[in-house]
């Protein structure tokens, strides 16, 4: 059974940081392209960052570029996003995503003063 669970959202001001993990169970964690997607309230989920199984190759969107960063330790079939100088607009539910096939439950992230 394939299980996805994230962890480290919560409440942080402007300007803070978090540190997302997501540990993977069930699948062949280090075979997978790992990605972290976020839907802000009232608004469709977008792909935030995604890290290569093969290269370690990341990829952002822009509006993250420069503040967030993803990675990953196969040893631990972990992927983490750590997200620095946040913003009111990076508040969404951010979800963990494995070879765009299987989701984790979400973790809640608000940046507010």
């Known amino acids: 059974q394939v299980q996805l669970v994230e962890a480290g959202g919560g409440l942080v001001q402007p300007g803070g940081s978090l540190r997302l993990s997501c540990a993977a169970s069930?699948?062949?964690?280090?075979?997978?392209?790992m990605n972290w997607y976020r839907r802000p309230p009232g608004k469709e989920r977008e792909l935030v960052a995604s890290?290569?199984?093969?290269?370690?190759?990341?990829n952002y969107v822009d509006s993250v570029q420069g503040r967030f960063t993803i990675s990953r330790v196969n040893a631990k079939a972990t992927v983490y996003l750590q997200m620095n100088s946040l913003k009111p607009e990076d508040t969404a539910v951010y979800y963990c995503?494995?070879?765009?096939?299987?989701w984790g439950q979400g973790t809640q992230v608000t940046v507010s003063s």
């Open positions: 890290i290569s199984s093969t290269d370690g190759r990341t």
């Open positions: 995503n494995a070879n765009t096939v299987y």
């Open positions: 069930g699948v062949a964690f280090s075979t997978y392209p």
